[in-house]
């Protein structure tokens, strides 16, 4: 069964607004999640942070010159794993950012996916595989453009 433009037409645009509402009502549903996490990110870097500066503050009234006790290097070890959770933070974070962007991704790729609505073959049972090569492309993109060395 082949549709006529008109038909064919109408379905790209009927599908490209039901992606658009997709894509908002996702967002709608995930923003808080993002939100709460972006918080927590935020307040172990700033804890993390703080552990470091406030230690670094006192340790001459904490440690006397000639002393060495185990104490100094549980401390360096401390700060070694603040500075690591920091670092897994702000990894976190950047991924945050770019998950956040998906969304966005997908929708600049809107001729793409009006290309794609357009190769749908009624008959076929696999219909919907090109919309969904497209948005799997756009997931990969995303993953590759996270993970620039992971080719």
């Known amino acids: 069964m082949t549709l006529n433009k008109d038909t064919k037409s109408a379905y790209?645009?009927?599908?490209?607004?039901?992606?658009?509402?997709?894509l908002t009502n996702a967002e709608k549903l995930y923003t808080p999640y993002w939100n709460a996490r972006t918080e927590l990110v935020k307040s172990v870097i700033s804890l993390a942070s703080g552990s470091i500066v406030l230690t670094v503050t006192f340790l001459s009234s904490v440690f006397k010159a000639q002393s060495v006790s185990a104490w100094k290097y549980l401390l360096f070890a401390s700060w070694l794993f603040f500075l690591m959770s920091i670092v897994a933070a702000i990894i976190s974070f950047w991924f945050l950012t770019e998950l956040r962007a998906l969304p966005?991704?997908?929708?600049?790729?809107?001729?793409?996916?009006r290309q794609a609505v357009e190769k749908i073959n009624v008959t076929s049972e696999h219909a919907l595989l090109p919309v969904i090569d497209l948005i799997s492309k756009s997931i990969q993109d995303l993953i590759s453009k996270s993970f620039p060395n992971e080719g």
């Open 12 to 22: 790209v645009e009927a599908l490209g607004q039901s992606a658009q509402d997709f």
């Open 104 to 113: 966005t991704i997908i929708i600049s790729r809107s001729e793409e996916l």
